[in-house]
Nanobody, 115 residues
Framework: QVQLVESGGGLVQAGGSLRLSCAAS????????MRWYRQAPGKQRELVAA???????TYANSVKGRFTISRDNTKNTVYLQMNNLKSEDTAVYYC?????????WGQGTQVTVSS
């Protein structure tokens, strides 16, 4: 059984930074991708960033150059460094992990960017 716990969300002014963390417990394979999604009010959940094996990363176009995903496999933790935040980044951010065709989600952490 895998559990994901996000932290690090909060209220920040536009142009500011936040660092989200997702701590995973259970049987985690470092070769499997870990992802950050977000869901804004009234919108569909969207993929923000993904990381595989600590080195291969991908980002949504809307966050490229501003967000950085990283992973510490010794701590089973994935991070999302968010810089130059914009009001449109306001959303609940979720950590996601897929293993053996089963998808795991964290409870989410709220990020609110004030303009």
């Amino acid at each position: 059984q895998v559990q994901l716990v996000e932290s690090g969300g909060g209220l920040v002014q536009a142009g500011g930074s936040l660092r989200l963390s997702c701590a995973a417990s259970g049987s985690i394979f470092s070769a499997n991708a870990m992802r950050w999604y977000r869901q804004a009010p009234g919108k569909q959940r969207e993929l923000v960033a993904a990381i595989i094996s600590g080195s291969i990363t991908t980002y949504a176009n809307s966050v490229k150059g501003r967000f950085t995903i990283s992973r510490d496999n010794t701590k089973n933790t994935v991070y999302l460094q968010m810089n130059n935040l914009k009001s449109e980044d306001t959303a609940v951010y979720y950590c996601n992990y897929l293993q053996s065709m089963r998808e795991y989600w964290g409870q989410g952490t709220q990020v609110t960017v004030s303009s």
